[in-house]
């Protein structure tokens, strides 16, 4: 996003003469406080930057979904198939073959990796 002070305040800058069109957002006080190098509230910078917590709790909402759902067996060579060639998202590959989308990713890496020492 580029910071334009003379243009700060519209909605948006027309510059005919290059055919140029910039959209423009007012810089917020904790914006502009960051960018001087003056303290910022937590809040600011947790919505800038996620924290490791916030990603591990992401992590685990996003495989929780489908872990321990789906009783351990053997792989078929169809699943691996259907695993390496990864036409449709391991969401739905998951649904259709009963994995966890843990164990499809895990397993399409396994299968790359020999296919790549061979």
Same mark, same amino acid.
């Given at each position: 996003m580029c910071k334009l002070k003379f243009f700060e305040g519209s909605e948006r800058a027309d510059l005919p003469e290059k %055919? !140029?069109? @910039?959209?423009?957002?007012? !810089?917020?006080?904790?914006e502009k406080k960051a960018s001087k190098g003056e303290n910022v509230s937590n809040e600011v910078t947790e919505k800038r930057k996620p924290t490791r917590e916030r990603k591990r709790i992401d992590r685990k909402r996003y495989y929780g979904k489908t872990? %321990?759902?789906?009783?351990?067996r053997a792989w078929t060579a169809e699943e691996?198939? @259907?695993? @390496?060639?990864?036409? !449709?998202?391991?969401?739905?590959?998951s649904k259709k073959i009963q994995?966890?989308?843990?164990? !499809?990713?895990?397993k399409r890496r396994r299968l790359r990796t020999e296919q790549s020492e061979d």
């Open positions: %055919n !140029i069109f @910039l959209t423009v957002r007012k !810089i917020s006080d904790s872990a %321990n759902l789906y009783p351990k691996n198939k @259907l695993v @390496l060639e990864h036409s !449709i998202p391991d969401s739905e590959l994995r966890s989308v843990k164990s !499809i990713q895990e």
